[in-house]
């Protein structure tokens, strides 16, 4: 069975990513993972601000002079503050695995794009995934303006640095097709579809804003099904799905769609990280029982663009299926 696939230009095994996670900051984890079928691992973001915070609070303290505050920091601040921990985290990673290791960025200014960008290639990150969370709470904000955020970051990024360069996206743009072809047009590496943007829920009984973020469920594979469906041999591009891949099932039904790669950390979240056997082991089985000899036997059958039942995807299913009364409770 042959089960490689291309991400990135970069060449995998198969097509099972770790999604982005705490998970990989555990290098033990990431060495269960790569032995139970892993094709890449994608770390936890860097974030700009937990840096700024760090590095302002070290500034604080020196200027204090608040010597006992100051003790609890370890002998070797300077060194340590900033992004080294990050840094040293994709050198270990990238030294006790043989697959490739993609590093996330969440940056906030241009500088710190394209700055932290450039220190994780020198310390030989695979690619750079750029988790551009933006939520356009301004209501002065336009659509224009939000797109325009995205394709300045790309560019800035991919200016500084040589190796590939993703990003994850929302499904929130008035027009996610079209924004997807001026990413590629503009030269992104691939996509990452889609982005769980944290959404709060309210405490009836404290009254106070609950601060989690849910794991993904299977249902939630629908949006991105859609448009992986929709951009599949559009663009040149890879595409990577992400979000409600509970089972082997989800991992082939985006294949079918055109998926490069498929995404998951909510079923490692919830199984464990030798889960990624049992999506791997069963990945084999649905293609065997499909008389598949391969992924690319089946990847993009039934993309938009290969499939003849065009209304499946479009509002003409849509009616159908209001005027048919075909609900699933």
């Avoid at 079928?37 to 840096?51: K, Y």
């Avoid at 988790?131 to 303006?145: A, C, H, K, R």
């Amino acid at each position: 069975m042959n089960l490689a696939t291309r991400y990135l230009g970069l060449d995998l095994k198969n097509p099972l990513v770790v999604s982005a996670s705490p998970l990989a900051l555990d290098l033990g984890n990431s060495r269960r993972l790569e032995d139970c079928g892993a094709a890449a691992i994608v770390l936890p973001s860097i974030f700009q601000e937990d840096i700024e915070n760090e590095i302002d609070e070290i500034e604080r303290l020196v200027c204090e002079g608040n010597s006992e505050a100051f003790s609890y920091f370890p002998a070797n601040i300077s060194a340590n503050a900033g992004p080294k921990n990050y840094l040293d985290l994709i050198r270990r990673t990238r030294e006790a695995l043989e697959i490739p290791v993609i590093a996330s960025l969440n940056g906030t200014t241009r500088t710190g794009w394209t700055d932290y960008a450039q220190q994780i290639q020198q310390a030989g990150a695979s690619a750079i995934e750029l988790n551009v969370y933006l939520l356009p709470t301004d209501m002065d904000m336009s659509g224009t303006e939000v797109e325009s955020r995205y394709l300045e970051i790309l560019e800035d990024v991919k200016s500084t640095v040589k190796i590939p360069v993703s990003m994850k996206l929302s499904p929130y743009f008035s027009s996610v097709g079209n924004m997807v072809k001026v990413l590629d047009d503009h030269g992104v590496d691939g996509v990452v579809l889609f982005n769980r943007f944290y959404q709060p829920d309210i405490d009836l009984e404290e009254l106070t804003l609950v601060r989690d973020l849910k794991l993904s469920h299977k249902g939630e594979i629908r949006l991105p099904l859609l448009w992986i469906a929709t951009l599949a041999g559009k663009i040149k591009a890879s595409i990577a799905a992400s979000s409600g891949v509970q089972t082997a099932a989800e991992v082939v039904k985006y294949l079918f769609v055109g998926a490069d790669v498929v995404m998951t950390t909510s079923a490692l979240m919830r199984h464990g990280v030798g889960y990624m056997k049992t999506l791997h082991d069963g990945l084999i089985a649905e293609l065997k029982e499909r008389e598949a000899e391969s992924v690319a036997d089946i990847r993009g059958r039934m993309s938009r663009g290969a499939t003849k039942d065009l209304a499946a995807f479009d509002r003409v299913n849509y009616i159908r299926i209001l005027r048919g009364g075909a609900y699933n409770a």
